[in-house]
């Protein structure tokens, strides 16, 4: 499985982005899709999962609220929405695709290149 992760900018804090991951492999629909992020200095952190068959999400409780995640089976594609985006914010986001239901790195095998987001104040 290949990841290729796009979408990251520079935006003004309340100010929104739209993440894109397109995967590549045949059995895309089967594993849990999801987005991490690492600030710098920072350990990467856990921001949002999205099941097989898109039907359970579960979210950092900083970004319940502002991030929305979702797939595209049929196009072999999971999205980030981030919406009222503040400085903390910040980070270099990597989308990553997991065989288990897991908010943790080590559970996941397969990961993107990382984008960019960074919110100015």
């Known amino acids: 499985v290949q990841l290729q992760a796009s979408g990251g900018g520079l935006v003004q804090a309340g100010g929104s982005l739209s993440l894109s991951c397109a995967v590549s492999?045949?059995?895309?629909?089967?594993?849990?899709m999801g987005w991490f992020r690492q600030a710098p200095g920072k350990e990467r952190e856990f921001v949002a999962a999205?099941?097989?068959?898109?039907?359970?999400?579960y979210y950092l409780d900083s970004v319940k609220g502002k991030f929305t995640i979702s797939r595209d089976n049929a196009k072999k594609t999971v999205y980030l929405q981030m919406n009222s985006l503040n400085p903390e914010d910040t980070a270099v986001y990597y989308c990553?695709?997991?065989?288990?239901?897991?908010?943790?790195?080590?559970?996941?095998?397969?990961w993107g290149q990382g984008t960019l987001v960074t919110v100015s104040s």
């Open positions: 999205i099941s097989g068959s898109g039907a359970s999400t």
């Open positions: 492999g045949r059995t895309f629909s089967l594993f849990t």
């Open positions: 990553a695709a997991s065989r288990y239901w897991s908010v943790y790195v080590r559970d996941y095998d397969s």
